[in-house]
Structure formats: C-alpha cells, structure tokens
C-alpha cells in the first residue's frame, strides 16, 4: 500500500538537508566561537548572517519534507474485494483545502467514476507561488472523494486500479 521508494527518496532527501543544515551550523559555531581567526567583529557579523540566512530555508525545508514523509507513510487507496480502502489526512491535504478523511472503505457498489483533473495550487510561503497537480476524483452516489501524489506518493496508480475496476479511464 505505502510506495516505499518514494518514501525513501523522502528519507535521503531529509538526510541531505539536514546535513547542509548540521553544516551550516558547525560554520555559525567555528564564526562565533572560535578564538583562532583573524576575522574583525564586522566580517564574523556578517559572515554570521550571510550563514544564518543560508540555513533558515533549508530548516524550513526540511520541516516541509518531514511532513511530506509522515503523509506518504500514513495515507493510502487500496483497492480491495469489497471496495476503495482508503485513508487520507494531514498536512498535505489541509493545505490544498481538501477534507481529511480517516480510514473508511467505499463499497464498489457506490462508486460510479474516476476523474483526473489538473488543478493549480497556492503555496504559501514568504513568496507566494501556483504550481500545478493532477487531482484524482473517485466519484461515488453521495459524494466525491479527492486526492492528489502530494497526499501519498502512489496517488496515480491508485487512481488507475480503481478505475480499472469500475469500467471508467482517464488519459
């Protein structure tokens, strides 16, 4: 269910980060502490700064991408003999404005498509962006259910089994 390769590219990339971020760090100490540089107050002070603005995106970053991991290890569709098993919060869906839904099947019965739509997003961030994602609809008799890969990393090939499995397709 959880797509392992793609949670482990989430896995190196934290480790990369924090490891620039445990650099940047050791820099600040040997800046700030070290007795044995010839650096005048105004070069360390502004060496001090120059570091520290280096390292505040890569923490934010790395913040981002261990929420990322969380999502893509805990959210899953799974198609199953008796329907959509599925479970879908956290971080990455609130911020899209989709709803959280908490582990739950939908019976094939109910569902009656499967929709692929491109979609533009906001980031928000210090600079604000759009960027876009295909959004994967599982429309049933009551209601619809979204999900986009940033909610879990198999999103599209789960969208495709479902699809497979209702008679519906997407290109």
Not at 20 to 39: I, K
Request: proline fraction near 4%; aromatic fraction near 8%; charged fraction near 20%.
């Amino acid at each position: 269910m959880v797509c392992w390769l793609a949670v482990w590219r989430y896995g190196a990339a934290a480790i990369l980060l924090g490891g620039l971020l445990a650099v940047a760090a050791a820099v600040l100490v040997v800046l700030l502490f070290n007795p044995n540089h010839d650096l005048s107050v105004l070069e360390r002070t502004s060496a001090t700064a120059v570091v520290t603005l280096l390292a505040i995106p890569l923490a934010v970053q790395l913040r981002t991408l261990r929420r990322h991991m969380r999502d893509a290890a805990r959210n899953f569709v799974a198609a199953t003999e008796s329907g959509v098993r599925l479970r879908l919060t956290g971080w990455s869906r609130r911020s899209k404005g989709l709803a959280e839904i908490s582990e739950t099947v939908l019976p094939w019965s109910t569902i009656r498509t499967v929709t692929r739509e491109r979609r533009k997003f906001l980031y928000r961030s210090v600079i604000p962006f759009e960027y876009p994602l295909h959004v994967y609809t599982i429309v049933t008799a009551t209601g619809a259910v979204a999900f986009t890969r940033e909610c879990f990393p198999g999103a599209e090939r789960a969208a495709m089994d479902v699809a497979a499995r209702v008679g519906a397709s997407f290109s």
